[in-house]
C-alpha cells in the first residue's frame, strides 16, 4: 500500500525568507502524481503545486518549487519570500492507479512578520 | 466558474441519526470524491464517483454511502451515527480522476453529540 509521511509537525519561517517542507512516500507504482495541497483556516484545500512522476524537471509556480528525488521517493516542497497569507496547513499527496489521494499527516506553517 | 459546493456548511446530529451532505462539483466535472478529515486520522478517503458509478472505495464500514447523479452532483450518507462520525466532510472534484488537478470544497463540519 502507499503511504506518506510529513515528518515535520510544524515549522515556522520569518516573512519574506525561504522554507522547505518536507514529504517521503512509498509506492511499488512506476506512474503516479504528486500534490502539495495548502488548507488556510477557511478549510477549503488549495492546490499548490503538481508533479507528474515521469517528469524529470521540478515543477515550479511562482514562489513556490518542488524537489522531486523519485528514487529517494522525496517531495519537498520551497517556498521562496515567504507571506503572511502563505501560513496554513500544507499536505502532501499521491495519486496513483487507484486515482484516490493519500494525503500525508500535515504540516502547519507559521509565518512571522 | 462556479467552484466546487458542499451543503450544508455546518452540522450538528445526534448518536443513532442519520445524515445526508451534499457535493455539486464544478460544471463539466464527472469525478467526485470524498475524503474524511479528522485530528486524529488526517484525511482518509472515502469514496470516488465517475459518471455515476462507484469507481473507488475506501476502508469505511458500510454506514458510509455515496451515489451521483447524472448531473454529477453526489451525496453522501452515513447511517447509525457514532461520536467517531465528527469530522469535517471534504468533497473534490475532478475531470477524469484524482491524479489530474482535483478542486476541493470548503466541506461540511459534522458534530455529532
Redesign the interface.
Known sequence: AQTVTQSQPEMSVQEAETVTLSCTYDTSESD??LFW?KQPP??????VI?QEAYKQQNATENRFSVNFQKAAKSFSLKISDSQLGDAAMY?C?Y??N?????????TTLQVKP | KAGVTQTPRYLIKTRGQQVTLSCSPISGHRSVSWYQQTPGQGLQFLFEYFSETQRNKGNFPGRFSGRQFSNSRSEMNVSTLELGDSALYLCASSNQGSFQEAFFGQGTRLTVV
Open positions: 503516479y502524481y495541497y477557511s478549510r477549503q484545500m488549495i492546490l503538481r499536505f499527496s495519486s496513483g487507484t486515482g484516490k489521494l493519500i494525503f500525508g499527516q500535515g
